[in-house]
């Protein structure tokens, strides 16, 4: 709808629910009801301007310093009329007692130097005390001594001695790595029988030789059931836990305590607290058998160390060391380097010491996955 300003007549267009608005042309607020502009009641006021009850201007020919302070208003706001006449010069204060204005320099201001009057002569003036900079010296005297003019001349540049570290402190050298306080772990692959270190932090690894991928995660076995479990992490099998119908299970480090009759392939120690049967040709790190368990090898064991306590029934190959305890028997044929038999401990097939034996794997070309190790 059409809105005529109130203040200045400028006809403008507007939405047909508004209820205030502006004047495009004058700038004035203005309110809206029923389709008709009314102006605002009360004093006009812009910003910090008093609008004043209009006044004889004055003729353009009087100028602006003639005017008494009278004329001007003693208000300090500034009115429209001040406003639209536009900004006045400060008026100049006479000089008191007549004494010459002198201009003062940035040095004389300071104490640094003479002051300068207004014809340009310099004045030399007495102080009764110091003045500021009076003592300053040269660029070249404060260049002596310096960093710089020391690097310059090549000359030995003194540097402060260090603070005094705590007793505690080791040089970042002198500590130790956390490689060597974090050891990995030695695992061996499923496919080719390469052996590789991996970190103990990993979950799982690839053979640098073949690129099989070789799982590090552990497991616990709590249950008796038939399953077929890869991995080069440790497998525990608990007192109510077992592994039955020739099931297969590789690992690094396992602890049986439940039954077992399953092919093992193991890279760690094999440690066994409860009887049963491990088909397959065993190749361990260490080999422990406790009392009163009886484990069956029917195709032998190969082992780099071992401690047998209880009834072994297979042969044993042993590349290191063989402990037999008081209650240890070993019912098969035994090839070793070493050989510590106790009082009572039994061996019932030949036994042969050598120290030439060897129970390293051959690396392998070909791969079937239904057979393990």
């Known amino acids: 709808m059409d ?13 047909a629910l508004v209820i205030s608005s502006f004047c495009r042309s004058c700038g004035e607020h203005f309110r809206v009801r029923r389709g008709v502009a009314i102006a605002n009641p009360g004093l006009r006021v812009s910003g910090i301007a008093e609008v004043r009850p209009p006044r004889k201007r004055r003729p353009l020919t009087q100028p602006e310093e003639n005017i008494s302070p009278a004329a001007r208003g003693t ?25 010459p204005e002198t201009d003062l320099s940035a040095g004389a201001f300071f104490g640094l130097g003479a002051p300068v009057t207004s014809a340009g002569a310099a004045e030399s003036v007495e102080t009764t005390g110091p003045s500021l900079g009076h003592e300053a010296q ?14 310059a ?9 260090k603070e005094k570290m705590p007793p505690n402190y080791a040089a970042p050298d002198d500590r130790r790595r956390r490689d060597d306080n974090m050891p990995g772990i030695r695992v061996r692959c499923f496919r080719c029988h390469h052996h590789q ?3 103990r932090f990993a979950k799982s690894t690839q053979c640098e030789r073949c690129s099989s991928y070789i799982s590090l995660a552990n497991y616990e076995i709590k249950t008796v059931k038939s399953h077929t479990l890869r991995t080069r992490g440790d497998i525990i099998i608990t007192k109510k836990g077992g592994l039955i119908n020739h099931s297969e299970i590789a690992c690094h480090h396992l602890t049986v305590s439940g039954s077992i009759d399953a092919t093992v392939d193991c890279t760690g120690d094999a440690v066994f607290r409860h009887s049963g049967t ?11 058998i406790e009392k009163h368990c009886e484990v069956h090898f029917p195709d032998g064991v190969m082992a780099n160390r071992a401690e047998i306590a209880g009834h072994l029934i297979g042969n044993l190959t042993c590349s290191g ?6 209650t240890g028997i070993v019912e098969g044929d035994l090839a070793a380097i070493d050989l510590e038999l106790r009082d009572g401990g039994r061996i019932t097939g030949g036994t042969r010491l050598d120290p030439g034996i060897t129970t390293e794997l051959a690396l392998r070309k070909g791969f079937n996955p239904t057979v393990i190790g």
């Open 3 to 15: 809105l005529t300003c109130p203040y200045c007549g400028h006809l403008q267009q507007e939405p």
């Open 278 to 288: 491990v088909r397959g040709h065993l190749h361990c790190e260490k080999l422990v």
């Open 321 to 326: 060391k063989v402990r037999v305890a008081r």
């Open 75 to 99: 208000s300090w706001l500034v009115s429209a009329e001040d406003r639209e006449a536009g900004a006045r010069p400060l008026p100049k204060l006479a000089p008191q007692g007549g004494a």
């Open 138 to 151: 040269s660029r070249d005297a404060l260049a002596q001594g310096s960093m710089g003019a020391l690097i």
């Open 197 to 199: 270190d991996v970190s």
């Open 153 to 161: 001349a090549g000359q030995t540049v003194v540097v402060a001695e």
